[in-house]
């Protein structure tokens, strides 16, 4: 009986020890859950922040008072049916816009609220230009061509409830006519432009 006692009161160490390891691996693995999610969600952020700024950059860059004369100069060029230098610093600055789209620098909603408008109505209005232009290079602008499709997807379904996601001749003609006396007001008075986000 002396011998059941002793065997009864004894402590399995090893048992012991597999549970204190169960339980330690428990802790690791939630920890590295958490740690991972934590980075997953700060990296998130990083890539929102960087977008936005990029966006706000482009932004300052389309409203500056340099470009604010291009724009003018290369709308009155295409109202004139008569492209200048000045229509290709328009494009390329879309084209631009559009490659960093599509290597995943800016967000689609982002570029299409801020941007989608004068980039469609430019890209339409310049569309005899561009075929003429790629008969020396036949890659001008595809950064910008292929964009458009998606971003006018986004057009269409967020904002044009007439399902007339594309502008109109008399619209583009009326955007165009607007932006060539853009030049003559002043940033600080040009109401149509919109705000960053």
């Keep these: 009986m002396t011998r059941q006692l002793r065997v009864a009161g004894k402590i399995d160490w090893a048992a012991l020890a597999a549970i204190v390891a169960s ?6 693995t939630a920890t590295s859950i958490l740690t991972f999610r934590y980075l997953r969600e700060e990296a998130t952020h990083v890539q929102l922040t960087t977008r936005l700024d990029s966006l706000w950059h482009l932004d300052a ?3 500056s008072g340099d470009m604010a004369d291009t724009r003018s100069a290369a709308a009155a060029a295409l ?3 008569h492209p200048t230098p000045d229509v290709d610093a328009v494009l390329d600055f879309f084209d631009n816009i559009a490659l960093l789209l599509q290597r995943g620098a ?3 909603e982002m570029v299409w609220h801020q941007f989608y408008w004068p980039m469609a109505n430019y890209w339409l209005a ?8 790629r008969r020396d290079d036949p890659v001008l602008w595809q950064d ?3 964009a458009l499709p998606r971003l006018t ?8 409830s007439d399902g007339q996601a ?8 009326d955007f165009l006519t607007a932006e060539s006396d853009a030049s003559e007001c002043s940033e600080d008075d040009d109401e149509a432009r919109r705000t960053p986000l």
């Design 23 to 28: 339980i330690a691996a428990l802790a690791a």
């Design 61 to 63: 860059q389309w409203t």
């Design 79 to 81: 109202l004139d049916a």
């Design 106 to 108: 800016l967000d689609e």
């Design 126 to 133: 310049s569309q005899d230009y561009v075929r003429r232009a």
């Design 144 to 146: 910008l061509e292929g």
């Design 153 to 160: 997807a986004i057009e269409a379904r967020r904002r044009r």
């Design 166 to 173: 594309i502008p109109t001749p008399a619209q583009i003609r």
